[in-house]
């Protein structure tokens, strides 16, 4: 099952040369809203390097711009551009063509489809999970300080 899932991301990352999976990842993630770095380091499971090397490529591409929301720089907030929106708007169709295209070859179509769906909702579930685990964290370290 491992395999079958790094090939249908292989798939996708060649459908999208605009973008790699990682940088659609925080573009969508931005686009939602949630434009805290450290937020979206946290929601991706990524470390702040990565997640800081990716927001600076797209920055540098004019995908996403960068503000601070406090005078020492400490949190800074990301919103997408048009020209962002533009490019994850051609990255989700391209990809959803090429999805659409391996469901043609499924034995099951609608069966595949609840797979996907329940795997997504299991994506879900594990981070709403981990967001109550890190927000009791964060009350209980600052409860014993």
């Not at 459908?15 to 999976?21: F, G, I, K």
């Not at 579930?125 to 209980?140: H, L, P, S, T, Y």
Request: avoid cysteine.
């Amino acid at each position: 099952m491992v395999e079958a899932l790094t090939r249908v991301a292989r798939i996708l990352e060649r459908a999208s040369p605009e973008l790699s999976l990682s940088h659609y990842r925080v573009l969508t993630m931005v686009a939602a809203g949630n434009g805290r770095a450290s937020r979206l380091a946290q929601r991706l499971a990524l470390g702040k390097p990565a997640i800081s090397a990716a927001v600076d490529s797209l920055v540098a591409r004019g995908f996403i711009v960068r503000s601070s929301l406090d005078p020492d720089r400490r949190v800074t907030l990301l919103e997408i551009t048009a020209m962002g929106s533009t490019a994850l708007a051609a990255a989700e169709a391209a990809m959803s063509a090429e999805l659409a295209d391996l469901l043609r070859h499924a034995p099951d179509r609608a069966a595949t489809l609840v797979v996907l769906r329940n795997l997504s909702l299991a994506l879900d579930g594990r981070q709403a999970a981990r967001d109550v685990g890190a927000a009791k964290a964060r009350v209980e370290a600052g409860s014993t300080s």
